[in-house]
């Protein structure tokens, strides 16, 4: 599956944003679909996945962020409000295959699919 992220930009501190990750080439609902982001000089950190289904779905930091998914439209958004300069990074989504393994939804390297990335900058 080829994954693109999109609709990074630059938000001013309190702003929203949505970012969209389309997929093309399989069955989009048989995978499961992570976000992961990473700031210059640190480690690329889990954000939010959502199941094939839609119907369930993991946060980092509950209460900001809402992940969904149109699996017609072969499309995950990551809705992104109460920005923090914290939150800026290039955001990234990645798939991977449905597993019984615990915590899968949160560890990079279950993804084996990841998209180029979207830059997201949150300014003071």
């Known amino acids: 599956v080829q994954l693109q992220a999109s609709g990074g930009g630059l938000v001013q501190a309190g702003g929203s944003l949505r970012l969209s990750c389309a997929a093309s080439?399989?069955?989009?609902?048989?995978?499961?679909i992570g976000w992961f982001r990473q700031a210059p000089g640190k480690e690329r950190e889990f954000v939010s996945a959502i199941s094939g289904s839609g119907r369930s779905t993991y946060y980092a930091d509950s209460g900001r962020f809402t992940i969904s998914r149109d699996n017609a439209e072969n499309t995950v958004y990551l809705q992104m409000n109460s920005l923090k300069p914290e939150d800026t990074a290039v955001y990234y989504c990645?798939?991977?295959?449905?597993?019984?393994?615990?915590?899968?939804?949160?560890?990079?390297?279950?993804?084996?699919?990841w998209g180029q990335g979207t830059l997201v900058t949150v300014s003071s």
């Open positions: 080439g399989r069955t989009f609902s048989n995978y499961d």
């Open positions: 990645a798939a991977k295959l449905p597993t019984t393994r615990s915590g899968s939804y949160y560890r990079r390297a279950e993804y084996a699919y």
